[in-house]
């Protein structure tokens, strides 16, 4: 699942779709003209729970200590994703005390989410909003960027595909043709973003669909066509690198 932040380097991640989809209407605007697609819509989800991230060494699909992988072969199935992983300031991940544990030097735009298997759009309408544990140390701010991806504000994958994005796929969900732009800056598509505030003490985060702002076209979270869930660290260029660990638990949808 791709998130869209609307400018360079400041936000989402991508995951793995699947299959594809098909469907849309057709735009133009910015740097070209775009068809837009549906993509895969997820099966009814059955549990509000994604993911507990808890560990198990060899369970058909998570053989290493950096990952887990939640599957519910009938609803949500997927694992998470972390970025940048290489450079000069990558970000590790471990789940082996079955929670999410992030860590490393914060020197270049960073954050992680979720990469959602066999289908790239769920539909959470059933649900007020998405809630999780969170601890750790954000020296700059002492927060970090929670967006909410959707399908009317994520960019037409044909428009970012004739724009220079060489990951996108053609059928990728997304129907929203930016004014102007490129693959990294689409004015006129931007994701619903929240502050999420990271303090030393585990905090349960609950965050109402409409606690999160600032979408274009939509201002919050249509929670019928979600593409994509993801965090990001606060950075600007020229900051001073500095440390990050923070820790994510028992990640799932508010009844």
């Known amino acids: ?23 849309g209407a057709t735009g133009s605007g910015g740097s070209g003209s775009g068809s837009s697609s549906d993509g895969v819509l997820c099966p009814p989800l059955k549990s ?21 992988h939640f599957d519910d072969a009938t609803s949500l199935s997927g694992t998470e994703n972390l970025y940048p992983v290489a450079g000069s300031y990558p970000l590790t991940s471990d789940v082996t005390k079955n929670n999410w544990h992030i ?13 959602i298997e066999n289908c790239n759009r769920i539909d959470a309408s059933a649900y007020r909003g998405i809630f999780f544990t ?8 002492n927060q970090i960027t929670m967006g909410i991806g959707t399908l009317n504000n994520t ?50 985060q609950n965050i109402l669909w409409s606690d999160f702002s600032g ?25 001073t690198p500095s440390a990050v660990d923070i820790v994510i638990d028992d990640l799932s949808f508010i009844p």
Do not use: K
């Not at 699942?1 to 469907?23: H, K, L, R, V």
């Not at 860590?103 to 954050?111: F, N, R």
């Not at 969170?134 to 701010?141: K, L």
């Open 103 to 115: 860590s490393g030097t914060l020197g270049d735009y960073s954050g992680f989410g979720l990469s």
């Open 215 to 239: 979408g274009v076209p939509e201002a919050s979270v249509n929670p019928s066509g979600i593409v994509a869930i993801y965090w990001y660290f606060p950075w600007s260029s020229g900051s």
């Open 155 to 204: 960019p037409a994958a044909t428009w970012l595909i004739a724009n220079g994005d060489t990951s996108t796929m053609p059928a990728d969900p997304g129907r929203c043709i930016p004014t102007a732009g490129n693959q990294y800056y689409h004015p006129g598509c931007t994701d619903a973003t929240t502050l999420i505030p990271v303090t030393p003490t585990p905090t349960v």
């Open 48 to 68: 509000a729970l994604i993911t507990d991230f808890t560990y198990t060494p060899i369970d058909g699909a998570t053989t290493g200590t950096d990952f887990v």
């Open 134 to 141: 969170i601890s750790g140390s954000v020296p700059q701010g």
């Open 1 to 23: 699942m791709t998130g869209n932040s609307g400018a360079t380097g400041s936000g989402g991640t991508t995951g793995t779709g699947g299959i594809t989809g098909t469907g």
